[in-house]
C-alpha cells in the first residue's frame, strides 16, 4: 500500500540516450541485478564431471542440480550490539550475583533479566553489586557497576556493605541467587535492615512476586518487596542490547571486626568428589583406548573422571564414574566429552552443564552437536597434545617471577 507508484514513461526516459531513442547502455552500472543469478553452462558442465575424467559424474540425489539451482546465500553482515544509555534513571534495582570464580554464573544471568524485567517497566536503571567487576556485565544488563570493598568469604562484612549501600542508594529492589551464598546474604541483610524479604520467587512481574509452598499445593502471591531472592530457572537472562555498565564511586564505611576471625577456601580434591557435586567433569567413551592418557589429562585440568555408560559396563570404568539418564545427572559447569556419541540417555546427564565440549572423530556425533566447542579428531592424539599444552602453561607459570 505504501510503495511509490511507478511511472513507466519517466522510467523509460531515465534509460534513453540524451537527444535519441537508443537506450542507454550503462557499462558502469552497479545496480544490482533483478531476479535470478545469470547461469554459466561451462561451470555447470564441469562441475557434473567426475574430477580429472570426461566422465559424468552419476548424481542419484540431483545434488548437482539443487546446488546449481539455489541462490547463493548472502555473506552475513556482523553488526556491534546496540548500547543502551540510560542516563537519569527513575531508580535502581540492584542485582548481587554469586559469580563463582569471577564469572557469572548462567542463574546470574537470570538474576540480571529479572531486573531488567523490573527496571525497564518504570524507566529505572540495573545496578551490579559485585566484588570483581568484569567486562561480562554490560553484555548480561547491568547498567551501573558498584564495586563491594569485600575480599574472600566474609559474608558478614558484604551484609554490611550490602546493608549501606541499601540505606544510602535509591535502590527499589535487590535480587539474590537462591544459593547457598546468595540465599545466605538475602537472609542476612533483611535481618540487618529488618526488612520483609522473598525467597525462592518462581515467577516476577514489577506488580507480582510469586512461588510455590506447601509441597507445591498453594502457590503464595504479592506485591515485590524490596529483597527477593530467585529460584534457579525462573526468568529468562536478558538477551538484548549492550548495557552501559558504567563503574559507580560509593564511600563504604569502615569494616569493623565481625565474628568471622578467620575464613579460606579448602578446596576439595575433584578425584575424590561424587560426580553429582563435581564441576568440572571430562569424561570418556567408547572412542577412547587411550586410559593412562585419560587419566593424565583428568589430573591436569584438575577435573572429575566420567564415563559414558559402554565404558562401565565392559568394566573399564566404575559404574560410579557413569553420567546419565541410568548413571549421573551432572550439575556441572563444565563437561568434556572425549569418544561420545552422545545417546540420549547420556545427553540427558548432561543437560544442565553450561560449557560442553567434545572430541570425536564423527563430525555428525550428537555429542558435537550438543557441544559449544567441538573438536573433530581421534581422541587418542588430542589427549596427549592437550597434556603437553598444559604442562608448557604450567612450565611458564612456574618461571615467572
Ligand atoms: C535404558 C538405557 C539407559 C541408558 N543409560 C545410559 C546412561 O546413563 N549413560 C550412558 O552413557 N549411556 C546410557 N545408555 C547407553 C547409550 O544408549 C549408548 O549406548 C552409550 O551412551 C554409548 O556410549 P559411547 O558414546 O561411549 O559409545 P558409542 O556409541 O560406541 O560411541 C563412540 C563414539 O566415539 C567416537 N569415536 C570412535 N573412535 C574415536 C576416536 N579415536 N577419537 C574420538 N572419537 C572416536 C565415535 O564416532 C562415536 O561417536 C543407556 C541405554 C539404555 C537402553
Redesign the pocket.
Known amino acids: 500500500m505504501s510503495r511509490p507508484r511507478k511511472d513507466p514513461r519517466t522510467a523509460r526516459a531515465a534509460h534513453r540516450v540524451a537527444g535519441g531513442i537508443r537506450p542507454r547502455f550503462d557499462l558502469a552500472s552497479t545496480a544490482p541485478l533483478a531476479g535470478r543469478l545469470r547461469r554459466d553452462p561451462r561451470a555447470e558442465e564441469r562441475l557434473a564431471l567426475v574430477p580429472g575424467a570426461l566422465r559424468r559424474r552419476l548424481d542419484r540425489a540431483q545434488r548437482i542440480a539443487v546446488a546449481l539451482a539455489a541462490p547463493v546465500p548472502a555473506a552475513p553482515v556482523e553488526t556491534a550490539p546496540t548500547l543502551r544509555v540510560i542516563a537519569d534513571p527513575a531508580f535502581l534495582v540492584a542485582v548481587v550475583p554469586d559469580a563463582p570464580g569471577g564469572r557469572l554464573s548462567a542463574h546470574d544471568r537470570q538474576l540480571f533479566g529479572a531486573a531488567r524485567l523490573l527496571a525497564d517497566a518504570g524507566g529505572g536503571a540495573v545496578i551490579a553489586l559485585v566484588e570483581q567487576p568484569g567486562d561480562e556485565l554490560a553484555m548480561a544488563g547491568a547498567d551501573r557497576v558498584l564495586a563491594l570493598p569485600v575480599a574472600g568469604y566474609d559474608p558478614e562484612a558484604k551484609a554490611l556493605a550490602l546493608g549501606a549501600a541499601l540505606a544510602a542508594l535509591d535502590l527499589r529492589h535487590v535480587l539474590f541467587p537462591e544459593t547457598a551464598d546468595g540465599g545466605d546474604l538475602a537472609r542476612r541483610l533483611a535481618a540487618l535492615a529488618g526488612e520483609a524479604f522473598f525467597a525462592a520467587a518462581e515467577s516476577l512481574s514489577p506488580k507480582t512476586v510469586s512461588r510455590a509452598a506447601g509441597g507445591r499445593r498453594v502457590e503464595q502471591r504479592r506485591a515485590p518487596p524490596r529483597l527477593i531472592s530467585l529460584a534457579q530457572d525462573a526468568i529468562a537472562p536478558h538477551a538484548g542490547m549492550l548495557h552501559e555498565a558504567l563503574p559507580v564511586a560509593f564511600a563504604f564505611p569502615e569494616p569493623s571486626g565481625g565474628a568471622i576471625l578467620s575464613a579460606r577456601f579448602i578446596p576439595a580434591d575433584p578425584a575424590k568428589v561424587a560426580l553429582a557435586e563435581a564441576d568440572f567433569v571430562v569424561s570418556a ?3 577412547v583406548s587411550d586410559f593412562e592418557a585419560f587419566r593424565a589429562l583428568v589430573a591436569a585440568l584438575n577435573a572429575t573422571p566420567g564415563a ?4 562401565c559396563d565392559a568394566g573399564l570404568m566404575p559404574r560410579s564414574a ?6 549421573t545427572v551432572l550439575d556441572a559447569r563444565g563437561y568434556f566429552a572425549l ?5 540420549p ?2 545427553l540427558q ?1 548432561v543437560a544442565k552443564c553450561e560449557h560442553v565440549i567434545a ?4 563430525l555428525h ?1 550428537a555429542m558435537i552437536e550438543r557441544a559449544s566447542l567441538a573438536v573433530v579428531a ?3 592424539k588430542v589427549m596427549p597434545a592437550l597434556l603437553k599444552l598444559l604442562q608448557d602453561e604450567a612450565r611458564h607459570r612456574e618461571l615467572q617471577p
Open positions: 567413551g567408547n572412542g559414558s555408560r559402554m565404558l557413569q553420567v546419565g539418564a541410568s548413571g569418544g561420545i556419541a552422545g545417546a540417555q547420556h546427564g572430541v570425536n572423530t564423527d556425533a581421534d581422541a587418542q
